[in-house]
């Protein structure tokens, strides 16, 4: 008579059960796991790439009115329609947006699951009056030939 | 006394019941997983069941189809009161990729209410293991 897996039964007397004990012992996601996306509004600068590739259109941009400092520019990241597929952050071109190990995303609430920011864009400086001057000469040339 | 010890008994184990409505499958194969033995979901004393008229927590996955709407709704008001539903992944919320076409009728929750909803494409069965937690804790509180 065999017995093949008296081995393994043996073993298994003694071993610890294959059941992780999560809520107790945490675990960490690994590394490259696309988790909940964290958005740099420092780096941002508005080109609006993001919105672009997006497939499920989770990410919206809304300007405000320019001022002389710049325009306020709110960035939403919505995790309730998001796939997770990097491709926001794989073409910001400032790498403002990273998706992190972090994979616990509950709520009880829809609107806990938004991600935002948002930064003055300045606008670029008038130009100087030396360069005006010059335009204008230009232009009188031309008006004369 | 009785029924205080079979309140009591009953938060303890709450039953899970399983709703498709569309779903590609994998928020489904991620919520299998944590029945198997490696997550193993009873040890919070949860069962997954295979009739509405049981559970106490209902786990939605999927976008909602047109197909699937009347008979999702119709599953869900078999549910006994107090229960707790659960939307898990990105189709039940809002429509993740589908939305805006012609056969989808997400978010779920211009229906019935939802009472929490796990973000993920699909989520990590450790994600959908703190959802049910919470899932439990909510259902403690609606049985007073």
């Known amino acids: 008579m065999k017995f093949p897996y008296a081995g393994n039964a043996l073993k298994d007397f003694f071993s610890k059960p294959s059941t992780e004990r999560y809520p107790k012992v945490k675990k960490e996601a690994p590394k490259g796991y696309r988790g909940k996306i964290s958005y740099d509004p420092e780096k941002c600068i508005a080109c609006g790439m993001c919105i672009r590739v997006c497939s ?31 491709m926001c952050a794989d073409f910001c071109p400032r790498g403002a947006i990273k998706l ?3 994979y616990s995303m509950i709520a009880t609430d829809k609107n806990e699951l938004v991600v935002s920011g948002s ?16 335009s204008k000469a230009k232009t009188e040339a031309s008006g004369s030939k | 006394m009785f029924d205080d010890i079979i309140t009591k008994s009953k938060v303890k184990s709450p039953w899970l019941y399983h709703l498709n409505t569309g779903s590609c499958n994998g928020c489904d194969i991620e919520l299998i997983s944590i029945l198997t033995p490696r997550y193993d979901v009873e040890r919070f004393g949860i069962k997954l069941t295979g009739t509405p008229r049981q559970a106490d927590i209902v786990v939605v996955t999927g976008p909602l189809t047109s197909q699937s709407k009347d008979r999702a709704l119709k599953v869900l008001s078999q549910v006994p009161d107090p229960k707790v539903v659960v939307s ?12 805006g076409s012609y056969s989808i009728e997400a978010p779920l929750d211009r229906f019935v209410d939802v009472d929490v909803s796990v973000a993920g494409c699909p989520p990590k069965p450790e994600a959908i293991i703190d959802g049910i937690i919470k899932a439990i804790e909510i259902l403690k509180d609606k049985r007073g």
């Open chain 1, 56 to 86: 499920p259109g989770a990410i919206t941009m809304t300007k405000g009115e320019k001022n002389d400092e710049g325009q306020l520019i709110e960035m939403k990241f919505n995790l309730n329609s998001c796939t997770f597929c990097q």
């Open chain 1, 119 to 134: 930064f003055i864009k300045k606008i670029p400086p008038k130009p100087t009056v030396k360069t005006v001057q010059q």
């Open chain 2, 88 to 99: 898990l992944g990105s189709c039940p919320m809002s429509g993740n990729v589908f939305k």
């Open chain 1, 100 to 102: 992190t190990t972090q």
